[in-house]
């Protein structure tokens, strides 16, 4: 663990404190904070104040114990809707490269058409039809988010296919489920531990923007998306409430982003080397 | 070789372009009827009798195999007839017709500002690589792509239209303005849009030039003793056209999906709270316009990103 910390750059270090200290606060702070998410505690929109650090929101309840509680709701949705994609897209890709044909070729396809289209868009349509629920919101980014899981997998997945322990492995007639666990997912892993950042990061931005747009988590529950626009009315008075909790959101996401970015250069340079 | 004549591949591409909005449209009508039950009933939702429901099954035709609907659909579409919405009843076209326009607006406005702003910064960082001038400027963008659009949104509102009041806090448009007033109105939500898609293409420009400027024909003319001025000119800037020309369509693209989250901020009346309006209130045939006119114009930019750097690109004119 030292040795691994030692390899990233002062960024990285930097982002996974800030991670780390964000997930401690939204796991345990609810437990602290004198304030539920839920009870109305003062007036509406009070600014900062000794009981009430952040101030209170659009119906008084305290803003701090919100965001805490809201973050909450969003980490958990985007790390489900990230395990759902890598769900999809990694057996998808793996088999995909090893297997080529005309699997390969459908599927490849069918990510294309995915992926020629903007994510928010396609979300809104899907959504549109399948209706606000949580089920449909994780189904929905998730399948948008294993797009790209699917194309990294599989390009990953080819290299180490043509490789010759591989070729050997074939020739000794080993069966595919042996081969993907054994024999493939553990050199794909580093290179998809950093996707697994990355595309939590996106699907953290995806559902805050849908529930910012109102098409995502649903009152009485709230993420932090949700959050900013509930509390949009306050900027017009020069109050931050609209902003902390999106401010949240970017603190978690320049946190993971640095994290990611030290990461991909630690592995250039592990590639450099070889 | 006649097959690989420029023309012959713009075709090409030209026709696989077309079968992509056709891939694309097929996408946005099967989206909207993937539900698990009916149309009519999950618009009605709770007032669902079965007399409306039934009303709604037949103007929407719904007795009809979707195969059919999706043709016609298709066929009316292409010929300018949009449809009427389910919740208002009135002409879809004439719905959109203004919102296009001050959606364009705004995009416009915004490219006008991002383009050079990302290119520019872009190329500053690929030129001082590794020094402050990258490693700030790579910084900062970081932290701007991780930042949400309306966390970005309400920072310029407070200090522009609250704190300063150099700018309205809505942004409305009307006809009697005279340009500098429209400009004045949509400065925020631009300004936004701007900054939200500079960050992500200045570090694809900046990613583009470096791999040109780490080519060894780059190192050659650096050995020949040509001037820094004559590599960046002569020998790296042509080569780094296509990818940049590329990133600015790619730009555009960005803008067009970025209006949706900004126009909420905003409350400005364009195409993105048009289609998010029609998604909450569940009018399927407003989503499937929005959705199409949205999906179709991102296809044709990436198209055109695609043909110009066929065109600026000769190497690319060769299968590899």
């Known amino acids: 663990m030292s040795r691994f910390l030692s390899e990233l750059d002062v960024a990285a270090r930097l982002g996974l404190l800030i991670v780390l200290g964000f997930l401690a606060a939204v796991f345990v702070g609810p437990f602290i904070i004198p304030y539920s998410e839920v009870e109305i505690v003062g007036s509406v929109f009070s600014p900062p104040s000794l009981d009430h650090w952040l101030g209170t929101d659009n119906v008084g309840r305290d803003l701090l114990a919100r965001i805490l509680a809201g973050g909450q709701m969003t980490v958990i949705i985007s790390f489900l809707a990230t395990c759902g994609a890598f769900a999809i897209g990694?057996?998808?890709?793996?088999?995909?490269?090893?297997?080529?044909?005309?699997?390969?070729?459908?599927?490849?396809?069918?990510?294309?058409?995915?992926?020629?289209?903007?994510?928010?868009?396609?979300?809104?349509?899907?959504?549109?039809?399948?209706?606000?629920?949580?089920?449909?919101?994780?189904?929905?980014?998730?399948?948008?988010?294993?797009?790209?899981?699917?194309?990294?997998?599989?390009?990953?997945?080819?290299?180490?296919?043509?490789?010759?322990?591989?070729?050997?492995?074939?020739?000794?007639?080993?069966?595919?489920?042996?081969?993907?666990?054994?024999?493939?997912?553990?050199?794909?892993?580093?290179?998809?531990?950093?996707?697994?950042?990355?595309r939590f990061v996106y699907a953290a931005i995806l559902i805050s923007s849908l529930s910012f747009l109102g098409i995502g988590v649903q009152p009485p529950h709230a993420d932090l998306g949700g959050m900013v626009k509930e509390n949009s009315l306050a900027i017009t008075f020069g109050r931050m409430a609209p902003i902390l909790p999106a401010l949240a959101l970017a603190i978690l996401a320049i946190g993971i982003n640095l994290v990611v970015d030290g990461l991909l250069k630690r592995n250039a340079d592990l590639d450099l080397h070889k | 070789?006649?097959?690989?004549?420029?023309?012959?591949?713009?075709?090409?591409?030209?026709?696989?372009?077309?079968?992509?909005?056709?891939?694309?449209?097929?996408?946005?009508?099967?989206?909207?009827?993937?539900?698990?039950?009916?149309?009519?009933?999950?618009?009605?939702?709770?007032?669902?009798?079965?007399?409306?429901?039934?009303?709604?099954?037949?103007?929407?035709?719904?007795?009809?195999?979707?195969?059919?609907?999706?043709?016609?659909?298709?066929?009316?579409?292409?010929?300018?007839?949009?449809?009427?919405?389910?919740?208002?009843?009135r002409e879809i076209s004439e719905m959109i017709g203004q919102r296009l326009s001050n959606t364009f607006f705004l995009a416009a406005v915004a490219a006008v500002i991002a383009i050079p702003l990302s290119v520019g910064l872009g190329l500053l960082a690929a030129l001082y690589e590794g020094r402050p001038t990258d490693k700030g400027i790579s910084i900062l963008t970081l932290i701007f792509v991780s930042l949400p659009d309306f966390l970005l949104g309400y920072i310029l509102l407070l200090l522009g239209a609250v704190v300063l009041?150099?700018?309205?806090?809505?942004?409305?448009?009307?006809?009697?303005?005279?340009?500098?007033?429209?400009?004045?109105?949509?400065?925020?939500?631009?300004?936004?849009?701007?900054?939200?898609?500079?960050?992500?293409?200045?570090?694809?420009?900046?990613?583009?030039?470096?791999?040109?400027?780490?080519?060894?024909?780059?190192?050659?003319?650096?050995?020949?003793?040509?001037?820094?001025?004559?590599?960046?000119?002569?020998?790296?800037?042509?080569?780094?056209?296509?990818?940049?020309?590329?990133?600015?369509?790619?730009?555009?693209?960005?803008l067009v999906v970025g209006v949706v989250v900004v126009e909420a901020v905003f409350n400005y009346a364009g195409m993105g709270r048009l289609m998010i309006d029609a998604v909450s209130k569940r009018d399927m045939p407003l989503v499937q316009a929005c959705g199409l006119i949205f999906a179709s114009v991102y296809v044709l930019l990436n198209l055109t990103a695609d043909i110009l750097s066929l065109l600026t690109n000769p190497r690319r004119r060769r299968p590899k």
């Open chain 1, 90 to 198: 990694v057996p998808l890709g793996i088999v995909s490269a090893i297997m080529g044909g005309w699997f390969d070729l459908i599927v490849t396809r069918i990510v294309d058409a995915l992926m020629a289209f903007p994510g928010l868009i396609l979300a809104l349509i899907m959504l549109s039809a399948l209706g606000t629920s949580l089920p449909a919101l994780l189904l929905v980014m998730s399948v948008l988010s294993s797009t790209i899981v699917f194309r990294l997998t599989r390009a990953v997945a080819a290299d180490v296919a043509a490789m010759e322990y591989i070729e050997i492995a074939r020739l000794r007639g080993e069966n595919m489920r042996w081969f993907l666990f054994k024999e493939v997912l553990p050199n794909v892993v580093p290179t998809l531990l950093t996707e697994f950042g990355l």
């Open chain 2, 165 to 254: 009041g150099w700018f309205p806090a809505l942004s409305k448009l009307s006809d009697s303005m005279t340009f500098w007033q429209q400009l004045n109105a949509v400065a925020l939500p631009c300004l936004t849009l701007a900054l939200v898609t500079s960050s992500h293409t200045m570090r694809l420009t900046r990613a583009a030039v470096l791999s040109v400027m780490h080519q060894p024909y780059v190192e050659m003319a650096a050995l020949k003793g040509a001037s820094r001025k004559r590599i960046i000119l002569r020998h790296a800037l042509p080569n780094a056209l296509s990818p940049i020309l590329n990133i600015v369509m790619l730009t555009l693209a960005f």
């Open chain 2, 1 to 89: 070789m006649a097959d690989n004549s420029i023309q012959a591949l713009v075709l090409k591409r030209l026709a696989s372009g077309l079968v992509t909005l056709l891939i694309v449209s097929l996408l946005v009508f099967v989206g909207t009827e993937i539900l698990p039950g009916d149309v009519a009933q999950a618009v009605l939702g709770q007032q669902a009798t079965p007399e409306a429901v039934q009303a709604i099954r037949d103007q929407l035709g719904l007795e009809r195999p979707a195969a059919v609907r999706y043709l016609e659909w298709l066929a009316d579409f292409a010929l300018g007839d949009l449809g009427t919405s389910l919740v208002s009843g």
